[in-house]
């Protein structure tokens, strides 16, 4: 998937990246805490250009998610300058799929 176009960073959002075949799973299970940096957890960035260089360098994921930061603090997510987590599952329901036109979609829907 190409992204459009790319923005900074936000105050209101948080952003995942991940492969496109991943897509289906976290479709039906949410974002599932794997090992990473502060443990077994779920790891977003502030802004989309991050979340995408750090896929870039794991996983090599071009997918771009997004979950409102009010959602994830009922997960009890930790939030720093350039990246947060939580334990926690992050349901479907909660996550938006960056499209090829550059909008925000539901990712179950």
Not at 7 to 15: A, F, G, H, M, T
Not at 49 to 75: F, N, P, Q
Request: proline share 5%; net charge negative.
């Amino acid at each position: 998937m190409k992204l459009i176009r790319v923005i900074k960073s936000s105050n209101q959002y948080r952003y995942h990246a991940t492969s496109e075949k991943a897509l289906p799973f976290i479709e039906d299970n949410g974002l599932q805490p794997h090992e990473g940096q502060f443990g077994k957890a779920v790891y977003f960035a502030s802004s989309e250009e991050d979340a995408l260089g750090w896929a870039e360098e794991t996983t090599g994921g071009d997918s771009l998610l997004r979950v409102k930061l009010s959602d994830l603090m009922t997960l009890d997510y930790q939030d720093f300058p350039d990246q947060g987590y939580t334990d926690q599952v992050v349901p479907s329901y909660m996550i938006e799929l960056k499209a090829t036109d550059g909008k925000w979609y539901p990712l179950k829907g």
